[in-house]
C-alpha cells in the first residue's frame, strides 16, 4: 500500500517498541506515565477547546508522545527546551506545573506570558522552555543562540529544539544548523517529522527520504529512529544530549512518527486517507510500549488505572485553576513592551 | 449580472476566472492546493486546474516569491500566497531586494509582474502571530504596488486588475473581511484600478481616510455622526502605494477636517503618511488638527479576549474622535 | 579629558572600553574580526580580544542576529553587525518575529538585551544596494529602539547606551559620517541616553527634525539662513524609536515652522511619523505647512553619479525649502 | 603545510589540466581563448578601476576563469546565467558585447541597466543574464523562479547560477536548492569555492569539507571538481547541462578554486597568507591548459600572441566605447519605478 506521501505503510512499520532491558523499571515506568500524561493532558486540551472554553486553537500532538518524551526526559531543570506549535505537551516534561499550563490555554492572567500568546504557544521560563513564535523555525534559530551563549559561559547545559518535516524547509533551518555545526554547540534538533505540514505532504516539501541526511550538510552526526519507540528515541537522544554536553556539538534526530489528528483543531485533515491513519494509529507509541511493560510485568490493569486516576486528578485541579483565574486587566496590554 | 458574495468567494471567483481566461496564470503557496487554503480562497481550483498550476510549496517564504518572481521574468502571471502577514518577514529579501527592485535595476530588462496574496489583521483571536498588518513597510518600497480592498466588489475586481499589472502587486486581505463583508459582486469580468481612492459615503463635514476592515467601522461611525448632524466622509484608501494623494487631498480640502482610522500600531503605521501628505499639502484648508485613530506601540496584537479588545479600533473609538474633531 | 576624534573611532573605542568594562560583552558578524571590518569599525577588537569574543560569522544574517538574541537570552550582552542596512532583509524575521517580541509574549519571562550595529546611507557611491537606509521599517515595531547618532559624541555615548540597554537596540551608523563627522570624544566612560533628542541649533523662526548625516547638512543649510536673517532651530532626533515626542513639539511650538529633512525616500520615511505627530499635537502652533525634504520615490540610490546625486538631499535643496517656508 | 582555511595545500593540489583527447581542437582553442580573453578583459577593469576611471567597486575573478568559462561556455542563448558579484565575465562567455561591459562599468547611459547597478552588478537582458542585486544568494533564488517557469513553459532551456563558498550558508540557498530538488528544475548551481567570503575562511564558513555534500540534503547530484581545471569543470558542466534538459533536475557542481586578488579592489586581503596564494597561482588554469595545447600542438606562441592582440583591440574599442559614452541624465532617475 502506498500513502500520499508516496512511501509504502509497510516500509516505514515497526512494529513493536525495542526492549532495553539494561535500563531500570524505574525509567521505563517514568517514561510510561510521562507519555501517558500527555497524551492524557492533549486529549483533555482538545475537548476543552470543542467545548469553547478557550479560543484560538490547539495543535495535538496526540500519536508524537515518544518523540517528546524520549527527547526531553532527562533534561536537567537547567537545560533548555526551544518547542514550536505542537510541543505544549513539552512543558509538561519539563516540569511545569500543569495548573500554568492550562492556564496558558486559557489565556488567563495565571499563564506564564500573562495570555499574550496563542494557546498552544507556550513557553515557561523557570524551566528553560523558551515560549514560541509561530514562525516556523524561529525556536531552531533562538535555540541555536541559546546554545551559543552556554557555551561561551562553559556550562555544560544543553537545548533540545522540536521542529516538525515542514520546517526542515526554510532558511532559518539551515542558518541554524550550519551555524551549530561549525561552532559545536550543545544542541539537539529533533525533528518530528509526522510525513504532513499541514496539508502538504513529505514528497512537495522535500527530495530526500530521510531528512537525517541533511545533517551531512552541517558536519555533524543526523539519525533516523522510529519515533513511535520510546526507546529508539530515548536512545539516540541520551546519546546526543552525551554528546553535547561533553562538548562535541550537535546531532540531528528524526523521529519518524504520526499525528492522529488535524493539523489544528479546526483542520479535518481531509487530505490523508483513511488507511495511512487508521495503519499509524496501529503503532501508536503508549499502547506498544504498554505491551512491553506488560510483558516485563512492570504494568499491569491495575496500576495503569491508578495512574491514570492520579493524572486525571491532576488535570482536574489544574483545568479548574485555570477556570478560575482572571483573564488579565486590558491595562496589562501595554507592559512588557520595553524593560 | 451581479449576485451578492462574500468577499472570499469573490477573491475565488476572480482566482477561477483569471486562470480560465489566461493559461499564464499559476498559483503557489502553503496549502493552497489540495486543502483549498486555511480560509478557503483557493478552494476548488486544484480540483479545477491540478496540481502544476496550483502548487502547495515547501514552507518557505523566500522561495515562494522567488519562484513567482523568476517565473514572471520569463512571462508567467504567478500568485504567491503567504498564509499570514505575520509570516512574510522571511520572504522580506525577496519582496523587498528582489520584486521591488529588478525592473529598476535592469532598467526595464526584466519585469515582475507577480501578485503576492496576503492575509492580515487581527479580531478573530488569532494573537501575536496571525494577527499583524505590516503594509506599511511595503508602502516605503517604491516599485511595489500595494492594495487592501475592503468590500467583496473591489476584492473581485482589484485581484483582476493585479493580476494582469505589469508590476509586482501585494494584495493585502483582511481575514475579518472574509465573511462578514458581503456585497453584490458582477458574474463577469472587470476590473477595479489599482490606484484611485473610492469615497465611501460622502459628506462635507469631515474626511475620514482609512482602509481594508476599519472601513466598514468607520462607515458605522460616520452613521453614528449623522443622528449628531455631523456629515462625514469615508475615503477608503485602497491602494495605499502609490497613493492617490489628489483623491485624498480633494476630500480633506472639501471638508477641512482630517481623521486617520487604522487597525495597525500607531508609530509608523500608514496614517502616518497620510497625516504627513494632508499636513503638507492641505494645511492651509485645515481646520484642525489631522488626528489618529489607531492600535497602540505595542509589539502585535496580543491573544487574551482583554487584551485583543484592548487594541482593536472601534466604532466607540472612532465616533469619540470624531466628536472631538467635529468640535473645531 | 576629550580629544577630537572620527566618528568612526569614537565607536571603535567605546566597543574596546565595554568590551574591557564588561566582559559578557561580544560581538558578532561578518568580517568584524580578522579584517576589523569593511570600515574598520571593529578593528583591534580580534587582537585583543581573540576570536571567542570577536566572531567572525558564516554569511547568514539571520543566524547573525538569532545567535545574539539566544545569548543575550543566557545572559550575555551580544553585539551584531550587519554590514550593510541592504542586507538586513534577511535577518527581518529574526529581528521582528524575535527580538521585538521575545519579552511582550513571555511577559518579561525572557529579555532581550542586543546591540545590532547597521552601515547605513548614501553618497559614497553604494550604489542600489549599498546605500539603503531601512530604518523606517524598524520604527514601526514596538519592542526594538532605533536610534541613528549624527555625532562622534554620540557615537561613543549612545553605543555604550545601546550595549547597556536592556532592550534590543538597533544602531544605525550612517557610513558617510564615519570620517567626516569629527569632533570631542571624552577618554573616559560616558553615556547618551537613548530617548531625548539633541538641540543642536538654537532658533527661533523654524524647526528642522532631521536625523543621522542630514543634521551636518542641515546645519550648514540654517547657517546660510542665518545670512538671509532666517533664524533656524535644527533639532537631531537621534533616537528613532521611540520617538521623544515632547522633544519634538517642545521646538515646533516654539517656532511653529516645521521642515522636516531625512536621506530616505520620501514615503513611509520616518518624516512622515514626525510630520503626524506634530500634526496631531502642535497643530494650532503652526504657522505654515509641514514640508519634507527627503530623497524621492524610487527603490534606492543608483549608482551613476548624476542618478546618485539626483538622489540625494544637500544643502541647496533644504535651503529652497527653508525659504518658501519662511515666506508664511 | 596547512592553509589558514585549514586544509593542506598539497591536498588540493591538481597537478596539470586534465586531456580530453576526444574534444575537437576547435572546442578546446575556444575555451582556452574564453578563458584569455576573461583575464584580459578583468585586468584591464582593475586597471581602470584603479585608474579612477570609475567609481564604486570592483570584485575581480582573476585565478576563477576556468569555472566561469567551463560551466557556462556551451550555454544556448536562450539559456539563462545568474550571476552574483564576482561575475561580470559571464555576460562575456554568455556573448555580451565588450562595450557594454565596460559601458557598465563606467555607469554610462548606454550600459544594459542605464547606470542603476554597481560596476560589477551586471546582467543582459537580450542574453537572458539576470541582472544581479547585491545580497548574496538571492540570484539562487530568483534564478530557481526561472528554471521553474522554463519547466512550466515546457522549454528545454536551462539556468546556471553562479555563486561563492559564503552564499551556502544563507537562507535563501537552502529555500533554493530544497525546492529545485523537490520540482526537479533545469538549473544547474555552480558554488566557486574559492575558500574565503571576504575575509572569513571556509572553516568559519561550514563544518564541512566538500560543499557539493550539501546537494543530498536536497536529494539531487553533488559533484566537487578541480575548479581550476577547465575540462574538469566543463566535462561536469556539459553532464550536468544534458541532465537539466532532459528534464532530470538540478546539480550541484562545487568548483575547488582561488581568487588571486582581494575580495574586491579595495580590500588588501592580509587575511591570507602569501604561501596559499603563490600556491594556488601556481596552479592557475589558464597556464595550465596552455601547457595542454601546446603539447597538442594547438597553440604555440606566435597563436597566442595573435589571439591576445585581438583581444586587446576588442578590449581597446570597448573601453573607448564607454568612456565616450554619456552618462545618464539625472531626470532618468526616476524611470523604470513602476512598468
Ligand atoms: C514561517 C511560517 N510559515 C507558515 C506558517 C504556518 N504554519 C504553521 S504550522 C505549519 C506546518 C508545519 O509543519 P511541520 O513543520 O511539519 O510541523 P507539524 O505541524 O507537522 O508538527 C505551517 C505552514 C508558520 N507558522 N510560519
Ligand atoms: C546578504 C548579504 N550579506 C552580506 C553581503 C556582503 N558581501 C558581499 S560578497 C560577500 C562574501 C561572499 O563570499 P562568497 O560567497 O564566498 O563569494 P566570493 O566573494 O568569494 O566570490 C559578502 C559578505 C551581501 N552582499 N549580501
Ligand atoms: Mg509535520
Ligand atoms: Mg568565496
Given amino acids: 500500500m502506498t500513502t500520499k506521501t508516496g512511501r509504502s505503510v509497510a516500509e516505514m512499520e515497526p512494529e513493536k517498541a525495542s526492549q532495553s532491558a539494561s535500563q531500570s523499571s524505574e525509567l521505563l515506568l517514568g517514561l510510561y506515565r510521562s507519555m501517558l500524561k500527555c497524551r492524557m493532558c492533549d486529549e483533555k486540551a482538545r475537548v476543552l477547546f470543542k467545548q469553547s472554553k478557550y479560543g484560538g486553537n490547539f495543535y495535538s500532538a496526540v500519536g508524537q508522545e515518544a518523540t517528546e518524551v524520549g527527547a526531553a526526559y532527562t533534561l536537567r531543570d537547567d537545560d533548555w527546551i526551544a518547542p514550536s506549535h505542537r510541543d505544549w505537551i513539552s512543558n509538561i516534561i519539563k516540569g511545569a506545573p500543569l495548573k500554568f499550563c492550562y492556564a496558558q490555554l486559557f489565556a488567563k492572567a495565571t499563564s506564564p506570558d500573562r495570555g499574550r500568546s496563542s494557546p498552544a504557544h507556550m513557553g515557561y521560563p523557570p524551566l528553560n522552555v523558551i515560549t514560541p513564535a509561530s514562525s516556523i523555525a524561529g525556536q531552531l534559530n533562538v535555540g541555536t543562540g541559546v546554545a551559543l551563549g552556554l557555551k561561551k559561559l562553559g556550562r555544560d547545559t544543553v537545548v533540545v529544539a522540536f521542529f516538525g518535516d515542514g520546517a526542515t524547509s526554510i532558511g532559518g533551518f539551515h542558518e541554524a544548523l550550519n551555524f551549530a555545526g561549525v561552532h559545536r554547540l550543545p544542541i539537539i534538533y529533533v525533528c518530528q517529522n509526522n510525513l504532513w505540514a499541514e496539508s502538504v505532504p513529505l514528497r512537495l516539501q522535500t527530495a530526500v527520504t530521510d531528512l537525517s541526511v541533511k545533517a551531512q550538510a552541517y558536519g555533524f552526526p543526523g539519525v533516523t529512529v522510529d519515533g513511535n519507540d520510546i526507546m529508539a528515541v530515548y536512545d539516540a537522544s541520551v546519546r546526543a544530549i552525551a554528546r553535547a554536553r561533553a562538548g562535541e556539538g550537535p546531532t540531528l534526530i528524526e523521529c519518524k512518527t504520526y499525528r492522529w489528528y488535524g493539523h489544528s483543531e479546526i483542520d479535518p485533515a481531509k487530505y490523508r486517507i483513511k488507511e495511512e491513519v487508521e495503519a499509524w494509529k496501529k503503532k501508536e507509541p503508549i499502547g506498544r510500549f504498554e505491551k512491553v511493560l506488560v510483558e516485563q510485568k512492570l504494568l499491569n490493569d491495575q496500576k495503569k488505572a491508578a495512574m491514570a486516576a492520579e493524572i486525571t486528578a491532576e488535570i482536574d485541579e489544574a483545568v479548574e485553576f485555570a477556570e478560575k483565574s482572571p483573564y488579565p486587566d486590558a491595562s496589562e496590554a501595554t507592559d512588557f513592551v520595553w524593560a | ?328
Fill in chain 2, 1 to 328: 449580472m451581479a449576485r451578492s458574495l462574500n468577499f472570499i468567494d469573490a477573491l475565488n471567483e476572480a482566482l477561477h476566472q483569471e486562470m480560465e481566461r489566461d493559461e499564464r496564470v499559476f498559483l503557489l503557496g502553503e496549502d493552497i492546493g489540495v486543502s483549498g487554503g486555511v480560509f478557503k480562497a483557493t478552494a476548488g481550483l486544484y480540483d479545477k486546474f491540478g496540481e502544476e498550476r496550483v502548487m502547495d510549496t515547501p514552507l518557505a517564504e523566500g522561495i515562494i516569491i522567488a519562484a513567482a518572481i523568476g517565473s514572471a521574468m520569463v512571462g508567467l502571471r504567478p500568485i504567491a500566497e503567504i498564509q499570514f502577514t505575520d509570516f512574510v518577514t522571511p520572504a522580506m529579501d525577496q519582496i523587498i531586494q528582489q520584486a521591488a527592485k529588478i525592473r529598476y535595476r535592469s532598467a526595464g530588462g526584466f519585469d515582475c509582474p507577480i501578485t503576492v496574496r496576503i492575509c492580515c489583521g487581527g479580531g478573530v483571536s488569532g494573537g501575536l502571530y496571525h494577527s499583524q498588518e505590516n503594509a506599511a513597510w511595503f508602502v516605503h518600497e517604491p516599485g511595489l504596488k500595494v492594495v487592501m480592498p475592503s468590500t467583496a466588489y473591489d476584492a473581485k475586481g482589484m485581484m483582476l486588475a493585479a493580476i494582469r499589472d505589469p508590476n509586482p502587486v501585494i494584495f493585502f486581505e483582511h481575514k475579518k473581511l472574509y465573511r462578514t463583508a458581503k456585497g453584490d459582486v458582477p458574474e463577469g469580468d472587470y476590473v477595479v484600478p489599482i490606484g484611485p481612492v473610492a469615497v465611501r459615503r460622502e459628506g462635507k463635514d469631515m474626511t475620514v481616510l482609512t482602509y481594508g476592515f476599519m472601513t466598514q467601522v468607520a462607515l458605522d461611525a460616520a452613521e453614528e455622526m449623522a443622528k449628531q448632524g455631523v456629515d462625514v466622509e469615508v475615503v477608503d484608501v485602497r491602494t495605499l502605494n502609490p497613493l492617490d494623494k489628489d483623491g485624498i487631498l480633494a476630500s480633506v480640502r472639501k471638508t477641512s477636517k482630517c481623521l486617520i482610522v487604522h487597525e495597525d500600531k500607531r508609530t509608523m503605521g500608514i496614517g502616518a503618511e497620510l497625516a504627513a501628505i494632508v499636513a503638507e499639502e492641505a494645511f492651509e484648508d485645515l481646520d484642525g488638527p489631522i488626528v489618529r485613530i489607531t492600535g497602540p506601540d505595542i509589539p502585535a496584537i496580543p491573544f487574551s479576549p482583554p487584551l485583543e479588545k484592548f487594541f482593536l479600533v472601534n466604532k466607540e473609538k472612532i465616533v469619540a474622535a470624531m466628536e472631538s474633531l467635529a468640535k473645531y
